[in-house]
């Protein structure tokens, strides 16, 4: 998979929705993207919010 498309996982990676393959090589290309890893950083806040809800429902 190709740096953009590894971009295009952050969100998903935010929210734990990766399968454990994919979770382990986003988490390399998080070792190399400052980019990504600030993304992830900023996600943070909401993706424990949208955790909340789903537990409360």
Do not use: I, K, N
């Not at 935010?14 to 980019?35: I, Q, T």
């Not at 890893?37 to 409360?56: D, H, N, S, W, Y």
């Amino acid at each position: 998979m190709r740096s953009l498309e590894r971009h295009r996982d952050v969100g998903a990676y935010a929210l734990g929705v990766l399968d454990e393959a994919e979770a382990f090589r986003f988490e390399d290309h998080l070792m190399e993207c400052p980019r990504c890893a600030a993304q992830v950083t900023e996600f943070g806040p909401a993706t424990r919010q949208l955790m909340l809800f789903r537990q409360a429902t």
